[in-house]
């Protein structure tokens, strides 16, 4: 028997997310990829995988003000503090400041209890409990601090730096919506496999077979909003039925929009969403060309595809720069999805804010080049899609392929962009809704 069910009082739900908040701070782990193994290891039901998915990225998103609402009850700085005991804290403010199902001082027993459970000397559970009790009676928030940028990053929980380069690109009203915005729940968005079946039969199925609630998207019309249902446990899933996918990312292959018996080439294609979006576009008739350096994540392109009865992809181990000369002008539509900042998805990631640097947008920059130079000498279109708008100055400028982004609405259409074999993208300062 786990030490959590001879607990009693504390859930599991609670228990793996504490864990998942520590591996992802200690380990540099990715909490979607954490997550989602913990919830198949644990077997968690619906509800409480539900809850612990709720505590883990709500901790993430919110971590520096829940930060600032635990430091006037500390009496040594949060990062001094054992890391599991740092993680509890911060779950718990989570819940005491943003969720109300459970009453307050059920959340601090509990995460006393979590304490007891955890600690290898004497001390942590009383510290637990005292920090926590003192937050409960605090009558109000500290003082933000004196400097505007760094009240803003408090209050919206960024790092400095992101605040400052987006009020400093967007001023302050549009930055702290954006900031707002990046906070946000985002929904659970699928993407129907158009080779098995229509978005109105599907959804009809879903509906009977798991009682799910659904509601088309605005712009992907083989898109669907789920608002009710555990999408990863459906029958349909595993049938290849459908694709988990937000709408911004579903329109990047409708930009392309490859057709059927062509050669086109995906450069950056692992885990393999856009690539089998472009395969079911083009009704499994063609070749698409799957490139990425990664052995491991190049395994899941083959694997979506299989899944989703895809024939067409070729999976090829190795970067766009290695790869390239083999289809030199040979290709007819070029997909480049290159590394980036990923600050453009922070509500579905939002651990990423806490890990990026602006080192590295500048470190990304030079990567970019390199991918769209090699991605470009594969044919006279090319589409990009990346969030690091540096590089898409330099790039348009030169002639090169331009810059489109999936979480930006196009300025130029489908058509035009297929005529002049360029397209442009204008980012918003605020994602697309189900981005």
Known sequence: MSPVLRAGPVSQSRYEALRIL?????????????????????????????????????????????????????????????????????????????LDRVPRWAAVDEAVSLAKLKARKPGPPEFVNAVLRSLTRATGPPPLPALPVEAAAVRCSFPDWIAARWIGRYGFKEAEALMTASNERPPTTIRINALRMTR?????RVRDEELARTRPTALAPEGLIVDHGAV???????????????????????????KPGELVADSCAAPGTKATHMAELMANRGRIVAMDPQAARLKLVSKAAARLGISIIEAHLGGAAALAGRWRSKCDRVLVDAPCSNLGVLRRNPDVKWRRTEEDLRRLQEKQKTIIAAAASMNERCLVDSSNQ????????????????????????????KSSGWGWLQPESRPVSSS
């Not at 109105?200 to 009809?204: K, V």
């Not at 898409?392 to 196009?410: F, K, N």
Request: glycine share 4%; proline share 6%; with cysteine.
């Open 200 to 204: 109105d039969t599907f959804a009809a």
């Open 390 to 417: 540096s590089i898409s100055a330099r790039v348009a400028g030169s002639g090169r392929p331009s810059t489109i982004s999936a979480r930006a609405r196009p300025t130029a259409s489908p058509k035009r962009m």
């Open 22 to 98: 520590v591996r992802v701070e200690e380990d540099r782990a990715f909490a979607d990829i954490v997550l989602e193994h913990a919830l198949e290891h644990a077997r968690l039901d619906p509800r409480d995988a539900a809850l612990c998915t709720e505590l883990v990225y709500g901790t993430l998103r919110w971590r520096r003000h829940l930060d600032w609402r635990l430091a006037p009850h500390l009496k040594r700085p949060l990062d001094k503090l054992d890391p599991w005991v740092r993680a509890l804290l911060r779950l718990t403010a989570y819940q005491l400041f943003f």
């Open 232 to 258: 990863g446990r459906w029958a349909a899933f595993a049938e290849g039925s459908f694709t988990v996918q937000d709408e911004a990312s579903m329109l990047v292959a409708r930009l392309l929009d490859p």
